[in-house]
């Protein structure tokens, strides 16, 4: 059972639109994380949200972490094709010691 | 600082066989965490060593095992492989049993023919 539903999972948009990408779940995390994969290579961690409602912003990228800690989502502006790969979020539970993976949304710029 | 590394890069193995996997934990670190990723899915968490011990299991049959050494380097190893076994295999490196971010390494691409 994946506790973690990404949305959509895969998104085909033009270099310079804008787009979000959710991370939904009926449990609580005390902490998510947001990763991007490129095919053949490990994940690399892009942001850490820790409290309800707070908003994160790493250039262009825009996370958010829900007021109950049970989803998330990544908002991009003006999307280039280096943006192009796979966006993982991955919750840790109360006490675990474990990432819960969400299966990915994949993401392709067309210039 | 030294990233994650992992070895080897690829490996292809029959049914049967077994296979060893490794991982260099990242300057400071003192977790590492392994993970299965199958083709088009997120990664499913394998176990977890915390100071040379176990700290932690997801459904994985005990035909997969694993040991932390004293630097806090890891190594997984599967016996009797199936061909459900091919995959990308991650190890991610942290601090303090995984309770803070963990850092992946570029993974082993295991192929089971």
């Known amino acids: 059972t994946q506790l973690l539903e990404q949305s959509p999972q895969f998104l085909s948009i033009q270099e310079g639109e804008n787009l979000t990408v959710y991370c939904n779940s009926s449990?609580?995390?005390?902490?998510l994380q947001w990763y991007r994969q490129e095919p053949g290579e490990g994940p690399v961690l892009l942001v850490t949200?820790?409290?309800?409602?707070e908003v994160k912003k790493l250039k262009r990228l825009t996370f958010q972490f829900g007021d109950a800690r049970k989803d998330s989502s990544l908002h991009i502006t003006a999307a280039q094709p280096g943006d192009t790969g796979l966006y993982l979020c991955?919750?840790?539970?109360?006490?675990?010691?474990?990432?819960?993976f969400g299966a990915g949304t994949i993401l392709r710029v067309k210039s | 600082e030294t990233g994650v590394t992992q070895s080897p890069t690829h490996l292809i193995k029959t049914r049967g066989q077994q296979v060893t996997l490794r991982c260099s934990s990242q300057?400071?670190?003192?977790?590492v965490s392994w993970y299965q990723q199958a083709l088009g899915q997120g990664p499913q968490f394998i176990f977890q060593?915390?100071?040379?011990?176990?700290?932690g299991r997801g459904n994985f049959p005990p035909r997969f095992s694993g040991l932390q050494f004293p630097n806090y380097s890891s190594e997984l190893n599967v016996n009797a492989l199936e061909l459900d076994d091919s995959a990308l295999y991650l190890c991610?490196?942290?601090f303090g049993g995984g309770r803070y971010e963990q850092y992946f390494g570029p993974g082993t691409r295991l192929t089971v023919t």
């Open positions: 991610a490196s942290s």
């Open positions: 449990s609580v995390f005390s902490s």
């Open positions: 949200v820790v409290t309800g409602g």
């Open positions: 991955a919750g840790a539970q109360e006490g675990g010691n474990k990432l819960v």
């Open positions: 300057s400071g670190h003192n977790t």
């Open positions: 060593y915390y100071r040379e011990e176990e700290n």
